[in-house]
């Protein structure tokens, strides 16, 4: 199926590892050119040098960039337009979540998950919304998660502002649809990423992985009975930037495997 991406430029903030990665790596199987960053130099050079492998050099910039700086994030979008061209679709993939109840979380926690949460989407935005409009029919896809709508209280400061983006979402897809431009979101539950595996080397570092994993899902209660994989995630978002979703606008997406009880 030609979902309509070849020649596109994807924009992918985080894209150095986990779903992010795997997105790019989908985009340039599309045919798409790939931008994509992160604040390790180290991380983004094995980003590339992974990326290699799915497309050719020429449609491939990484970059280092604190998605938090506004700075740095003005510069790697406009740096990502001079080299290609213009850009066509934005997927906000940056993310990390703190544990802690409400008296443990600090207020330097908190301000860190407002500004992933909330200033990382609202620079990347701003910054790359001239180039969307430009490019006739532009994406921007936010990741979230199921945490948005179902809050567990041992992740408050995160469950709280990805509850704050998901409204921002909405509010953009309705602001920006005059604009031709489709905002959406795609939703994750328990999705097999760098984060649980570092959440799994600390916790259980003797144990089989997929074992562990097996375990996991069971104590979540997944109805699918295991957890999702970075690339499941990423054919969504893939189909969200493609002109197959091209009426879709303001959506969530939940890619859980059933999780969670909230319409």
């Not at 050719?56 to 406009?78: H, L, M, R, Y």
């Not at 936010?142 to 409204?167: D, S, Y």
């Amino acid at each position: 199926m030609d979902l309509g991406l070849k020649g596109k430029v994807a924009v992918i903030m985080g894209g150095t590892s986990g779903v992010g990665l795997k997105t790019a790596e989908m985009f340039l199987g599309e045919g798409a050119k790939v931008a994509v960053c992160g604040r390790s130099a180290e991380r983004m050079e094995n980003a590339r040098n992974h990326l290699l492998s799915f497309g050719e050099s020429q449609d491939i910039f990484a970059s280092t960039c604190d998605v938090t700086s506004k700075t740095d994030v003005n510069a790697f979008i406009q740096h990502t337009a001079e080299k290609f061209g213009g850009i066509d679709i934005l997927v906000n993939a940056a993310g990390q979540s703190v544990m802690g109840y409400f008296f443990d979380v600090t207020d330097e926690q908190w301000t860190e998950q407002i500004q992933l949460k909330y200033f990382a989407i609202i620079y990347a935005v701003r910054a790359a919304h001239p180039y969307l409009v430009k490019s006739g029919g532009g994406r921007i896809i936010n990741i979230n998660a199921t945490l948005a709508k179902e809050p567990e209280r041992h992740m408050v400061a995160t469950a709280a502002t990805r509850a704050g983006l998901l409204n921002l979402s909405k509010t953009l897809s309705q602001e920006l649809a005059a604009d031709n431009i489709l905002v959406n979101s795609v939703s994750l539950g328990l999705i097999r990423t760098d984060q649980w595996e570092r959440r799994r080397l600390k916790n259980a570092p003797d144990m089989d992985p997929e074992e562990y994993y097996s375990d996991l899902a069971k104590k979540r209660n997944i109805p699918l009975g295991r957890v999702g994989e970075a690339e499941e995630v990423a054919s969504v978002i893939v189909f969200l930037a493609s002109d197959k979703a091209s009426y879709v606008a303001g959506s969530t997406i939940e890619t859980a495997g059933a999780i969670g009880k909230a319409l």
